[in-house]
């Protein structure tokens, strides 16, 4: 089955500066790739996602770029701003089935 | 839009006691996601419906755990009997079909201690 690394786990960096996040995906045949950002006690919530027809996407400070080829998608965030500090995880979904698999979490910390 | 509802926030057991969470999806979403997330760790699938059909409970404990969605829109997860390791957060998350990438929207969840 599919199986999702994320790395790094924790991730410290000064506000303004920009931070990435990476995952790899074991299944050749995910089609989906989802992050959500979650804030401590809250709900997930879906920041940005890719497909696999598409190499990169960006929504204002927030872009994903998927390498299929070597089976990883990185989360780039730039200008980084104290309320980016949350819990971001990866996700991935295979073509016939519906589930996600999610990544461990990378802990962000944006100091100011 | 209203979100995908949770209840109880919070609910603290005894090993061996039983459980039961509520989540209601947004409305029109046929498809409800239930899922483990343990301190530290990503959420866990345990199982899917599309509307009142399961779609995969591989990942589910049926020896203790159930869930039942009967009339296609709200569901109930049930633990029966707790276990220490059963503490976590428990998300329910909804999306408008399943059959393409759909995003999954997930509600507050609801944080079980089991003692």
């Known amino acids: 089955g599919e199986n999702v690394e994320q790395h790094p786990s924790t991730l410290s960096v000064q506000e303004g500066d920009s931070a990435v996040i990476k995952c790899t995906y074991s299944d050749s045949a995910s089609n989906y790739f989802p992050w959500y950002k979650q804030e401590l006690g809250k709900r997930p919530q879906l920041i940005i996602d890719?497909?696999?027809?598409?190499g990169e996407k960006k929504d204002q400070r927030i872009a994903v770029t998927l390498n299929k080829t070597a089976k990883h998608f990185s989360l780039h965030i730039t200008e980084t701003q104290p309320e980016d500090s949350a819990v971001y995880f990866c996700a991935a979904r295979s073509l016939g089935a519906d589930k996600l698999i999610f990544g461990t979490g990378t802990r962000l910390q944006v100091f100011p | 839009e209203a979100g995908v509802a949770q209840s109880p926030r919070y609910k603290i057991i005894e090993k061996r006691q039983s459980v039961a969470f509520w989540c209601n999806p947004i409305s029109g979403h046929a498809t409800l996601y239930w899922y483990q997330q343990i301190l530290g760790q990503g959420p866990k699938l345990l199982i899917q419906f599309q509307n009142n059909g399961v779609v995969d409970d591989s990942q589910l404990p049926k020896d203790r755990f159930s869930a039942e969605r009967l009339k296609g829109v709200d569901s109930t997860l049930k633990i029966q009997p707790a276990k220490l390791e059963d503490s976590a957060v428990y998300l329910c998350a909804s999306s408008y079909s399943g059959g393409t990438p759909d995003t999954q929207y997930f509600g507050p969840g609801t944080r079980l201690t089991v003692l």
């Open positions: 890719i497909r696999s027809n598409v």
